[in-house]
């Protein structure tokens, strides 16, 4: 498979993660991609004595990264993955690939997996956040990621998608205060995201989430459809109680209940007061430019 398959990793201070992420892609494939946003720990000697290429970028978001790496990472094999620093791939799943990958039909572009969350050292198993399919695997050429500042996803521009099962996590080592800064990060970008569909700031082109597969798109559509226009407040509280309930949420015991009030109520509440901040520090801006000034100064984003 070392032939066929490029694995690019984006890293910023992930010396907990890599060394087992990079040892997850050497299982399918030996082209293992890092592209660093300028490490202070030491995230680029472990990638490097692991036998990864390393390249630095300064990031802006993670769309942006990762498309940088395709332009400029001298990817030549005819399949790439997108793994974070923080998943897993098992050995089910990498032995699949390794089996199938090679026998594919010439139509077939993408490849979608089934992401299992583990928080705290717990596989979240209910609330809707299993399964999540997500595009990782597609052929060179295929493929970019959307341009958004939050919540993006590899879209192909033509070909089939497949879906492979087996094992795949998202399995952070870290702890609740790196997870609670990192989601308050997310949400000042999301929030950005949100403002740009209301008003059209940043006037990047339309993207057929479709092509990130059926439940990308449909999530995508609740999203933008119902959820953001809802009064404020009332998203978060709705989508807890559904995840907690409907979903079953409950049975998450007190380490998943944690996670989705968290990341089902707290951020999401977050998301919205964001909106609701920024909305109003550009309420009376006379043009866009003016917004986006305001609003990259709010924010410390390259808008």
Not at 45 to 50: C, D, K, L, Q, S
Not at 195 to 203: A, E, K, N, V
Request: aromatic share 10%.
């Amino acid at each position: 498979m070392s032939a066929l398959i490029t694995t690019i990793i984006l890293t910023h201070n992930e010396e907990l993660h890599i060394a087992r992420s990079i040892a997850c892609a050497r299982s399918y494939g030996s082209d293992v991609l890092v592209v660093d946003s300028f490490s202070s720990d030491r995230t680029v000697e472990i990638a490097r004595e692991a036998g990864a290429r390393v390249m630095q970028n300064r990031f802006e978001n993670y769309a942006r990264q990762f498309n940088w790496a395709l332009e400029n990472g001298e990817v030549a094999t005819d399949w790439i993955v997108r793994l974070d620093a923080d998943e897993i791939i098992g050995p089910d799943l990498a032995q699949r690939i390794c089996r199938e990958l090679p026998g594919l039909p010439a139509d077939v572009a993408g490849i979608t997996f089934d992401r299992r969350h583990i928080f705290m050292g717990r596989w979240v198993r209910h609330g809707g956040r299993y399964p999540l399919r997500l595009l990782r695997l597609w052929r060179r050429g295929k493929g970019v990621v959307e341009d958004r500042w939050m919540d993006e996803h590899v879209v192909i521009d033509e070909g089939r998608i497949l879906h492979m099962a087996g094992q795949f996590d998202d399995a952070s080592l870290k702890d609740l205060t790196f997870f609670t800064a990192k989601h308050n990060g997310y949400a000042t970008r999301e929030a950005i995201d949100v403002l740009d569909g209301r008003y059209g700031l940043l006037g990047g082109s339309e993207v057929a989430v479709e092509s990130a597969g059926k439940q990308a798109a449909f999530k995508r559509w609740i999203k933008e459809k119902v959820y953001n226009r809802l009064p404020f407040g009332t998203g978060p509280l709705i989508y807890l109680l559904v995840r907690l309930f409907p979903q079953l949420g409950i049975l998450d015991g007190p380490t998943g209940i944690t996670y989705h009030v968290l990341q089902g109520f707290w951020y999401r509440f977050l998301v919205d007061a964001k909106v609701m901040e920024l909305e109003q520090l550009i309420a009376d801006a006379p043009d866009r430019e003016t917004r986006l000034a305001r609003l990259r100064a709010a924010t410390g984003l390259k808008l």
